[in-house]
């Protein structure tokens, strides 16, 4: 596709084994993603790094996603969630209008916080600077679709990125400081869980042969850059994502009563009727496990509004072959992308309902149904797949045991105007609004802001089933 001089000519990958290919490939992540990224998370991050150094903090964090790792943060999680109910059984007791969006990215920013930072950012209670900062710099995000070239190289959008960037170092810097500071401080503070935070500061004490002793080790400037543009990285790639996954599951769930009953049946079998889900997954983590067509929504979400995919810088001596006519397609100065959500929504391997939604696909049962794992890649595949993926799918299990069935949650469109003046992001920037407004017969199509975002922040309603169960 060549889109030249709005943009470099792409090379758009459709087909799984292709894309497979070139997911194993050293292709690097493509300059155009820096754009978005950078801003809000630096270059230094696992995001954009390449080659060792990239290979190395990839290293550092794992441990953090590792399954144990995130079955401890269990507990965590639901504290949250019983934080986001809250905020429902707030909505719903007014009866007001709200973009979900908003609201479900305090959670989702309130618990990536305390998994990788061990950060209370109280996102969910609190105004907090970071958060603010963070969705500040993304009203800035030029809007892809724009045609307009003052919009598109806006004068005054470096400026406000980089002191916006200034002052979220500044927060991400204190907080490693004073976790520096405390690091091993104490016999206590060693046994603890170690957290993203802490597994980079150790990497840190191996690397520059200092003893860990909190009154004389020094943080060099460079280790410190890296430092807090990784932990950016994970605090942004950690939170949105997640959030978009969660609004779209209310959404289709709001659209398809059916698999809404047997969603909220599924949660009765396993946790009881009228019983509260929380306690019993703090009490045990691996119930979650048992939830199969809880599992088989989010994975159905992922397939039909893959939030996020991977473009690749093509190379003078990198060829790919066309998987039709075999001919080798030249890749120099072209973006080479692999937008999942097409590949999720082709025909070709998804059947002719590969634009509905239908859980059951999912299923155990139905395992035969599906086409090659190539063919779904909403966390991307191969070395550079996401990080977060498991704690993704554990967050949004607990967030839909633990609202699904208190609440009847249903998308507002026809209410939006409304909203224009609630200083959220999305009433900022009315360029939102204008031109066509459904795309896949759907009023709630994704709209790029760093990562694919439900549009207009899924105006909502909610309207409380039963009594809260929780606190
Ligand atoms: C539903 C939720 C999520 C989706 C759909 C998603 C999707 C993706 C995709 C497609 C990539 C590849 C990007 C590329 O090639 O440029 C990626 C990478 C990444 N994701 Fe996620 N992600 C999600 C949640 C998370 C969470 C919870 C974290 C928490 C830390 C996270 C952190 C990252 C990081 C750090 C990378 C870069 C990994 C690397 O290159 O080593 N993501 N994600």
Not at 11 to 16: G, N, Q
Not at 24 to 53: Q, R
Not at 56 to 69: C, L
Not at 317 to 339: N, S
Request: proline share 5%.
């Amino acid at each position: 596709m060549d889109t030249y001089p709005v943009n470099q000519p792409m090379l758009v990958i459709m087909d799984p084994d292709t894309a497979r290919e070139v997911a194993n490939s050293n292709l690097k992540k493509h300059w155009n993603l820096k754009k978005f990224v950078e801003p809000l998370a630096g270059t230094e991050n696992l995001l954009l790094l390449e080659g060792a150094v990239w290979k190395k903090w990839r290293n550092v964090f794992n441990p953090s996603f590792s399954p144990t790792q995130l079955m401890s943060q269990v507990p965590t999680i639901v504290d949250y969630v019983t934080q986001f109910v809250a905020i429902l059984d707030e909505r719903a007791s007014k009866n007001e209008l709200f973009r979900m969006e908003e609201e479900a990215t305090k959670v989702t920013i309130d618990v990536i916080g305390k998994v990788v930072c061990d950060h209370e950012f109280k996102t969910l209670t609190t105004d907090n600077e970071f958060v603010q900062l963070l969705r500040s710099s993304l009203t800035w995000m030029p809007d892809s679709q724009s045609f307009d070239p003052f919009h598109r190289h806006h004068p005054l959008r470096p400026l406000f990125w980089k002191y916006y960037k200034y002052r979220m170092d500044n927060y991400i810097g204190k907080v490693l400081d004073e976790r520096f500071t405390f690091q091993n401080a104490s016999k206590e503070n060693r046994k603890r869980q170690k957290t993203g935070i802490d597994l980079a500061l150790e990497e840190y004490f191996k690397e520059s042969g200092q003893t860990v002793d909190a009154r004389t080790a020094t943080m060099d400037s460079e280790f410190r850059r890296y430092a807090i543009d990784n932990l950016q990285s994970l605090l942004f790639a950690g939170h949105d994502t997640t959030a978009s996954t969660i609004c779209y599951c209310y959404h289709e769930l709001g659209k398809h009563p059916a698999e809404l009953q047997k969603l909220r049946r599924e949660l009765d079998d396993v946790f009881g009727v009228g019983v509260d889900a929380g306690e019993q997954i703090k009490h045990d983590p691996y119930i979650i496990n048992k939830c199969d067509y809880t599992s088989a929504v989010i994975k159905e979400i992922l397939r039909m509004w893959a939030p996020a995919s991977t473009v690749r810088e093509g190379r003078k001596d990198y060829f790919i072959k066309d998987p039709v006519t075999e001919e080798m397609l030249p890749t120099d100065k072209m973006l080479v992308w692999i937008p999942a959500i097409s590949i999720h929504r082709d025909a070709r391997y998804w059947g002719e309902d590969a634009h509905i939604f239908r859980p059951e696909r999912w299923l155990p049962e139905n395992a035969d149904e599906l086409p090659s794992a190539e063919a779904y890649r909403p966390f991307e595949r191969g070395p550079r797949n996401c990080i977060g993926q498991e704690l993704a799918n554990i967050e949004l299990k607990i967030l839909l045991a633990m609202t699904i069935r208190e609440f009847d949650i249903r998308s507002a469109f026809d209410e939006l105007d409304t909203l224009d003046t609630d200083g959220s992001l999305w009433a900022a920037d009315q360029s939102f609004k204008k031109g066509v407004q459904k795309c896949f017969d759907d009023e709630m199509y994704q709209i790029l802001l760093a990562a694919g975002k439900p549009r207009q922040g899924m105006p909502a309603r909610v309207k409380r089933r039963r009594g809260l169960m929780h606190g």
